[in-house]
């Protein structure tokens, strides 16, 4: 005993990056194999072929993190953070194989498609506790968060082209590209109908596209990194703090930590409000409920517009269901707010209520922290409430002897206006169709896309405070005055410039792609096409039917536009061209005539 305990403890304590290493293979043959059988597989020998070997794949990675995780734990003498998921992934394993020889209670769980979670959950893990190899590189972090969206977008790609991802016909080299580009940078825009054509294994593809494009994958593979590895090294805090815009070093974890868990938590939320707004006669199984709620709550929250819904939201069973619309709706205003305002939100409504527990319950003082709702989160939401009210009423008013004709209630008038006016915003959900609405009402759509919503949000646009201080610039240049002031507080000049800079670069990048536009689809109206071009570049995903009859080169063009708009073209041209030498001397200033 005591021989085998100093093997295990010279293999663990001086090897174990050789063990993770050898782990994470046989989890990536697994993770192929997997994918190979659910996604390639047509023939159904080679499927069942298949399905033999994930299944004894899946219990041979069972037994090998069972034992890595006991041998682990014994040789330190206790649980450390690096232990933690181990005991998931084995309580994991454990419960699915119990399942799959039992039945019983546990019997949901011994479909195959918990073993399949599995085996991605344990390939997930091990590519998490590489993830900060980071420290080999020497890229600019906003190359590298350029590039991993480059990478995202090419594995969804891949995926997307397997033949059981579609049910009907197959998709080609460039729809496969441009599915995959929608979905990771979170637009909605869409070459075909994916509540038809895909499959539950080609929705799922969507989803997770959607899921990781919406929070970046920089922020997944940090948080997972971190949990699979139980910490970060100096260099990646370094990394991670600038891509996450964090000054704090010891606030970088709790940072990314905070995004991630904000997400989960309003996603499992907007999941049973949608859940509980439909009805239960439209789906077969409680599975397909459940998948569809989850399906809309991501793609909600995340503003990427992709449905599930046969012709949409405006299909007839979901048209007039305002509280489905409801549900959704407050999936991506929240979503529109930022990680940061929401956040605050919770610190804000937290100190309050640690102050009346101090004062009313514990008797005690209560030490006050300065600025809890900090100057942006107001600033914030202020912009946001100002253009959801304004969007709201302005749609209602344009269009009530309209679209809104359908609508056999006031509230469902309301409804379905507060829907499409944030809708356009960047969500890109639509319960009405927009080849009937005004044209008024289309050009204040296009506007309120160019808008888009707030920033370090999952949302596109040039922003709502960018447009605010482009306005309140204009206002102080009218003024007479040489500052912005709001709250009490001066804006730095810097963030005047750099409004300024996104908006022009935001006009000429959707001026040149819809000039483009022009010259590969000459059969196609000029309206549509500027409106799939500024949809495409805000990443709000709607169209007036014109994306699947589109040419190969036009649909490369958008996903092109939609990358740049994702990433950002100034985060593009800092990423490129940016000088960091500094200057020791300041030449003397001139002013231009205007």
Known sequence: MDSLFRFLKFIFRYHNKAVDQ???????????TMVFHVGYTTDPELAEITKKTVVFMYYGLFLFEAFRTVSSIWVARRINVSHYSGVFITGYFLIVTLARHSGGLLE??????WLYMGIAIM?????????????????????LFVVSFLGLIILGAVLLMLPRTTI?????????????TSAVCITGLSVTDISTNF?????????????????????????????????????????????????KLNSVISTLMTIILITFLFEFIGGLLIFFSLDPKLFESLGERVFFAAFHAISGFCNSGFTIIKDGVTNENYRFNYHFQLAVSSMFIIGSLGFGTIFNFYTFIKTKGDALIHKYILQRNFRHKPQVFTFNSRFIVLCNLIVIVLATVSFFVLERNHSLMDDKSVFGEWVTSIFMANSSRSAGFNSVDLNFISIPTLIMLVTLMWVGVSPGSTGGGVKVTTVAIALMNIVALARGKESIEIFKRKIASESVNKSFAIILLSVLTITFSFILLNFTDPNQQMIPLLFETVSAYTTCGLSLGITANLTATSKIILMLTMFVGRVGMLTLLVAFIKNTQNKSYIYPTEKILF
Request: aromatic share 24%; hydrophobic share 55%.
């Open 22 to 32: 050898v782990l994470f293979y046989i989890s990536l043959i697994c993770a192929v």
């Open 108 to 113: 949901t769980f011994a479909k195959d498609e």
């Open 123 to 143: 390939f997930l893990s091990e590519l998490s506790r590489s993830s900060l190899f980071f420290d080999n590189f020497y890229f600019n972090p906003t190359i």
């Open 168 to 180: 009907e016909a197959p998709l080609s080299f460039v729809d496969a590209f441009f599915m995959a």
């Open 199 to 247: 499959s539950f294994f080609g929705q799922a593809v969507i989803m997770a596209l959607i899921q990781v494009g919406g929070l970046g994958i920089m922020t997944f593979t940090g948080f997972f990194g971190y949990f699979f590895s139980g910490g970060f090294s100096f260099k990646n805090q370094l990394m991670f703090g600038e891509i996450l815009g964090e000054n």
